[in-house]
């Protein structure tokens, strides 16, 4: 098990199309989140999953986001007719079942710009 | 509302000197805070948490209830630890974190 791991590292899309990109956490975190970060700011949160069971939607999540995580393994993030805010790091987290007291460790993310 | 402040964007000391950066927050319950580091063409990784009152590689941060500060402190900076170092937060939920903006150090020879 290597660590957080994120696919693809680097996503360029035109307006208007829709992009996905994969997240595989480390097998036994059962809490895996996702998060996104533009130039000069933070990580903000935008959702997390317990297992398969998506609990808590930020509402930076718009309605063109859509996140799944099905086995309670990988997770997907979808953004559909993304727009040139959507531009932004995308990462994702995992952490130990229980509390994110335990730390959250982190895959390297996807960077996506729409032009 | 949850709130983390980091009002310096960037830092910049000798190598050797002390290097404090700081962080405040807002939040009315009991936070459980945080310090992330990221190395230059590296992740995001847990540098410290209040909880666990630890030093990692020579840095320590005392949460102070009444001043609303987690601030980070070294007394002796090396030249590797520059990097982007974020404080964060958590709540209630126990699941989010809540991150400032940021802040660059850079340790000078």
């Known amino acids: 098990d290597t660590g957080v791991s994120q696919d693809p590292r680097h996503k360029i899309t035109k307006r208007g199309q829709n992009v996905t990109f994969r997240c595989d956490p480390i097998s036994e975190h059962n809490r895996l989140y996702w998060y996104r970060q533009t130039l000069g700011q933070g990580p903000e949160f935008l959702t997390y999953f317990q297992n398969e069971a998506q609990l808590e939607k930020s509402r930076l999540l718009s309605d063109r986001f859509s996140a799944e995580r099905p086995k309670g393994s990988f997770s997907t993030l979808e953004i559909q007719r993304t727009e040139q805010g959507d531009s932004a790091m995308y990462l994702c987290a995992s952490s130990l079942p229980g509390h994110a007291t335990a730390g959250y460790t982190f895959g390297s993310g996807t960077r996506l710009t729409v032009v | ?109």
């Open chain 2, 1 to 109: 509302a949850q709130r983390v402040t980091q009002p310096e964007k960037l830092l910049s000391v000798f190598k050797g000197a002390p290097v404090e950066l700081k962080c405040n927050y807002s939040y009315s319950g009991s936070p459980e805070l945080f310090w992330y580091v990221q190395y230059s063409r590296q992740r995001l990784q847990l540098l410290l948490r209040h909880i666990s009152r630890e030093s990692i590689k020579g840095f320590t941060a005392d949460l102070n209830k009444g001043e609303t500060s987690f601030h980070l402190k070294k007394p002796f900076a090396q030249e590797e630890d520059s990097a982007m170092y974020y404080c964060a937060l958590t709540g209630n939920s126990g699941y989010a974190l809540n991150f400032g903006k940021g802040t660059s150090l850079l340790v000078t020879p």
